[in-house]
């Protein structure tokens, strides 16, 4: 049994439906509320920050993929985040089930961040980023120690077609310019900025639960190299769609303007460090493992409309 937790949001659907591809075994996927995405699939609907549903939903799991995401609120991760982990670790050592943690950049020194290997610094500077450092340190605590077989499967921000709500290129790039719009740059528009594709992600990261070699260490999940400054994001979007490449800048003052009234603005203030420096994430050691070419932007920009923008039936063009 192969169980995924979080198996409703874009890193969860993602990988059930490519994880049949890389494995015979039955795939479980535990949310609170859980859609089937192969027909094969198992659903448990369960609080995964429960303990008994969630030892009930991992139970007889060979291999766990932790893609879970909970509210983006400090709080809430302070609260959740740890508890969770704890739990996790502790139910896969009792049954013997291998780990696969789904993981972000946060944790990393932000002055490293031009270059971001698997060896880059932890050190984190805002709060979220120490509840990442502290998950992550527990599941590399029990691993050094013997006790756990698991890995880290890292991504830099996201972007893919079937995203809701989950994706800064998308909502503040992508749909705006759909839809006529100016595009979005938070801080500065002159800096490279890495985005790994979902469909690449997910794809990697089934191939990683599935490889024996591939446990007790992290890994930067496949993402193309030679990123682009955040106006050439603008531009090669623009240009895909056809469209006007117009945009404005959001700067720290008016992202503070911004916090006062819309909540979720506030929490994306602490974050807008990596968006004042160049933002280069590196997965040659994955490319090289796997012997995987990642897809390109210029592909993954043109995928993403073709597939989220362009469908009728996901879309009505009309109301832009």
């Not at 932890?122 to 590399?140: D, I, Q, T, W």
Request: proline share 5%; net charge negative; no cysteine.
């Amino acid at each position: 049994m192969q169980t995924i937790l979080g198996s409703g949001g874009a890193i969860g659907v993602a990988l059930a439906k490519v994880l049949p591809n890389f494995t015979d075994e039955p795939i479980r996927l535990v949310s609170r509320n859980p859609r089937k995405v192969n027909e094969s699939d198992e659903l448990i609907n369960a609080d995964v920050l429960d303990p008994d549903q969630l030892a009930g939903a991992l139970k007889g799991s060979d291999v766990i993929y932790i893609t879970v995401g909970f509210a983006y609120d400090t709080k809430t991760w302070q609260q959740s985040w740890p508890h969770f982990m704890r739990n996790v670790i502790d139910i896969a050592i009792r049954q013997q089930s291998k780990v696969v943690f789904f993981d972000n950049i946060y944790m990393y020194d932000p002055d490293s961040m031009s270059h971001m290997t698997e060896d880059t610094p932890v050190n984190p500077s805002s709060e979220k980023g120490k509840v990442r450092a502290a998950v992550l340190k527990m599941l590399m605590d029990r691993i050094d120690s013997g006790e756990l077989t698991a890995l880290v499967a890292r991504s830099a921000d996201f972007y893919g077609p079937n995203i809701e709500n989950n994706s800064m290129l998308i909502e503040t790039v992508f749909k705006p310019l759909s839809q006529g719009k100016r595009a979005n740059i938070l801080m500065n528009a002159n800096y490279i900025h890495s985005f790994s594709y979902v469909p690449d992600i997910a794809k990697a990261v089934a191939m990683l639960g599935n490889s024996e070699r591939s446990y007790n260490q992290v890994w930067h999940l496949p993402t193309a190299a030679h990123p682009l400054t955040l106006e050439e994001w603008v531009r090669s979007v623009a240009k895909a769609f056809g469209v006007e490449a117009r945009y404005r800048v959001i700067s720290p003052l008016l992202l503070s303007i911004m916090g006062i009234f819309i909540p979720v603005m506030r929490e994306v203030k602490e974050m807008g460090y990596q968006y004042d420096r160049d933002y280069w994430f590196d997965s040659s050691k994955f490319e090289k493992a796997f012997d995987f070419i990642p897809t390109s932007y210029e592909e993954g920009i043109k995928e993403v409309i073709q597939k989220e923008f362009n469908d009728e039936n996901r879309h009505d063009r009309s109301k832009f």
